[in-house]
């Protein structure tokens, strides 16, 4: 990075993470976890740094309840908060759940969409007002802090957000939701959405705009980092993207996009980057959710390194083809793939690194029997490897 264009440190804000992965991400197809694997989960996610825990939907079930509850009462180093929709039963039976926590907080939602309010809801747009202003202010009579959100407000109508959400900012809502329901909108749409609202509802400025992207267009990170652009103050999202349908935006994919494009987005998170890999294994085992190996950031590819032109790149000066360090997400390593693309370099490298001795015309006759064996196998293994040099070896 040059000179000129390197950042002081006033000039990045800090931007809150939410995650939702006990909740949102929780709705995935097939995945359950126990009480003892929230509780775990919950206390990596503390770990890892996240402002907000979405912990569950405490009026849901006696299990969510029981769960919410206990996540709250002893995670400190996150505030907690679980879903509710915009009626006095849930809001109760949250703060019940949600009251030992030390920073109590519910989060609130009802759709604001046409789509959603005529089919799923019945109601009129005067009704979801009514019911959201109702909501906010029963639930700020307890909690300390009310997220409200407009489920589907990518598809919402920019006049009725603007409306609504005046309301309910005067209603005591301190944190303003728009999600992205079904991952439809795109990166413009989603920066014109936000800018709009800031513009255009007199008081946002008393709330924190927050963004929540799906990612059935597979645009969930890059609709997450453009509502950042333009100003949401706070992200939500998923450990390795699990959630209902195609799943939520990957904060760890967030949270390192803005560590390494800090220059060009001016905003970082407060997570603990290098316990990004852990917290991503957790999930994946826990959930029984495989991480893709090409996925970015904790995909099992991400720093493995198969053609010879970038392994020897890589061997000189990694950041020739790696702009993320293994160990920034608390990886211990990149990884050479020997195969057939690999060179004489990266295949040097590792007869050194597993004990081997070789001079160069053995080194050169081993290679050629390397190479023709990953004409045959896909991935050349270290055994692969011994067994080629104790060949060699008894053969002097
Ligand atoms: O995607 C969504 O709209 C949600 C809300 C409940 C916030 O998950
Ligand atoms: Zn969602």
Redesign the pocket.
């Known amino acids: 990075m040059s000179a000129t264009n390197r950042k002081e440190w006033w000039q990045v804000r800090k931007v809150n993470v939410f995650d939702?992965t006990l909740?949102?991400g929780e709705?995935a197809p097939g995945v359950n976890f126990n009480f003892d694997e929230k509780m775990q989960i919950a206390s990596q996610l503390e770990r890892l740094g996240v402002d907000i825990i979405e912990a569950g939907f405490p009026a849901s079930s006696n299990g969510s309840f029981e769960s919410v509850k206990n996540i709250a009462d002893t995670v400190k180093g996150s505030s907690v908060t679980g879903?509710s929709r915009t009626v006095t039963k849930d809001i109760d039976t949250a703060w019940e759940a949600l009251k030992g926590g030390e920073e109590p907080r519910l989060?609130i939602?009802i759709g604001t969409s046409p789509i959603h309010m005529e089919h799923k809801l019945r109601m009129t747009p005067e009704q979801v007002i009514e019911s959201s202003v109702e909501a906010v202010k029963h639930a700020k009579k307890k909690f300390p802090h009310v997220q409200w959100?407009a489920?589907?407000?990518c598809r919402s109508d920019l006049d009725f957000l603007v409306k609504i959400i005046e309301k309910v900012i005067d209603a005591g809502a301190e944190v303003i939701?728009l999600?992205?329901?079904v991952g439809y909108v795109t990166q413009d749409e989603i920066r014109h959405l936000f800018r709009y609202i800031k513009e255009n509802v007199p008081n946002s400025d008393k709330a924190i705009l927050s963004t929540?992207c799906?990612d059935d267009l597979g645009m969930a990170t890059a609709n997450s980092l453009a509502a950042l652009e333009a100003g949401a103050g706070q992200v939500?999202g998923t450990i390795n993207g699990i959630g209902?349908r195609a799943g939520?935006a990957s904060l760890e994919e967030i949270a390192v996009a803005l560590k390494i494009r800090n220059d060009y987005y001016k905003a970082e998170t407060g997570l603990t980057l290098n316990e990004i890999k852990r917290t991503s294994t957790m999930i994946s085992k826990l959930s029984g959710m495989m991480v893709p190996s090409n996925k970015a950031v904790v995909g099992d590819n991400a720093f493995a390194h198969e053609s010879g032109i970038h392994q020897d790149g890589v061997l000189k000066n990694s950041s020739t083809y790696e702009i993320i360090t293994p160990d920034l997400v608390g990886v211990n390593a990149n990884r050479m793939v020997l195969g057939k693309l690999s060179g004489l370099h990266a295949f040097k490298n590792k007869i050194e690194a597993l004990g081997y001795q070789a001079s160069e015309e053995e080194l050169k006759k081993v290679f050629k029997e390397f190479k023709s064996l990953a004409d045959k196998k896909s991935e050349i293994t270290d055994e692969d490897i011994m067994a080629l040099m104790s060949e060699e070896k008894a053969g002097e």
């Open positions: 939702t909740r949102d709705q879903l989060h939602f959100s489920e589907d407000a939701n999600p992205d329901t929540h799906h939500e209902e939520n």
